[in-house]
């Protein structure tokens, strides 16, 4: 997802806070990744991917990005599939590094239902996974641009 330019507003240094939430699609079993990639200084939500848990996943998150952030600092926890990004730190969650993306996976599981862990939703297809998130996190940052003002 990659929202329009008149909801960002792009620091000079962004960095960004790297992260990915489990969910299920069609079965328990099917477990896939959600990567969210946030701005650190905005708290908007710059792109995100649904994929699963591999280095291929994170390259596409990485892919869309808008331009200007693919060289920015970023930042993750410690899974080995954030390897193959370069001007990237992974530090662990104490270090303080993660806590707005971690703060927005919070709210994205409190918001929907189908996200929460050890729960019986889940979405039934993932069309409709990536359109209900498509649109939340177009709302979301709709609002946080809001605030900015």
Sequence with gaps: MNVPDATMKTPKA???ELDEVFTFVGYKKNQVRIWVAQDRETRQVVSYYIGDGSMASCKALWRKLPWRYQ?????????RSYNCLLD????GKGA???CHVERF???LRH???RMVRRSLSFSKKLSMLHLHLKWWMYGYNLDIASRQI
Aim: hydrophobic share 40%; aromatic share 12%; charged share 15%.
């Design 14 to 16: 962004a960095m960004l």
């Design 88 to 91: 990237h730190e992974m530090v």
């Design 111 to 113: 918001r929907f239902s």
């Design 71 to 79: 060289k920015s600092q970023s930042y993750s926890d410690l899974w």
């Design 96 to 98: 303080g590094h993660m």
């Design 105 to 107: 996976n919070g709210v």
